[in-house]
């Protein structure tokens, strides 16, 4: 299997946790596929386009620089699945190949957990609370600055979070 080095989308390195880049062979043609896995973080800011320019690193060296279709593969990690056509496969010989009636495919998840991405790059979601409190301590919560607010908010829940586990 062909190995990658880095990856960077639209010119930005990105963080690849795992990879898997070969060609799949349809009635159709020939595509070179790209499978990654990725933070949540990087699934959010590219799943609203169709198209990437992808430049693709190898580890011996090669340098794949392609206009690519985006697919959001859902369910399991985040992941990106990008492709693109292929009319002369010749300078892929060492890529894997899969045939579109293979059973086989690469199962990039294997061997990593949603919290391993996370201590790497943990996304941060804005969350809104309805509560019903006595007056005296929403007057004291709408005093507070929101970064106060926010820091309290996740040193209180951590700390919460940690005594139930034990």
Not at 16 to 45: P, Q, R
Not at 138 to 164: H, P
Request: glycine letters at 4%; charged letters at 30%; one cysteine or more.
């Amino acid at each position: 299997m062909v190995g990658i080095k880095s990856i960077k989308i639209d010119g930005e390195s990105i963080h690849v946790f795992k990879s898997a880049i070969y060609i799949f062979e349809s009635s159709s043609g020939f595509t070179l596929e790209l499978d990654i896995i990725v933070s949540e973080i990087v699934v959010k800011k590219y799943k609203k386009f169709e198209n990437l320019i992808m430049e693709i690193e190898l580890e011996d060296g090669r340098l794949i620089n392609s206009i690519m279709h985006l697919k959001i593969l859902s369910g399991g990690l985040p992941q990106l699945n990008l492709f693109c056509e292929l009319n002369d496969i010749q300078e892929y010989d060492d890529f894997d190949k899969v045939n579109e009636h293979d059973t086989w495919f690469p199962n990039i998840e294997e061997g990593i957990t949603i919290e391993e991405i996370r201590k790497v790059e943990m996304p941060i979601e804005e969350v809104s609370l309805k509560l019903k409190l006595p007056i005296d301590q929403v007057e004291w919560l709408k005093s507070q600055k929101k970064g106060a607010l926010n820091e309290m908010f996740q040193t209180f829940i951590s700390d919460y979070w940690k005594k139930l586990k034990s």
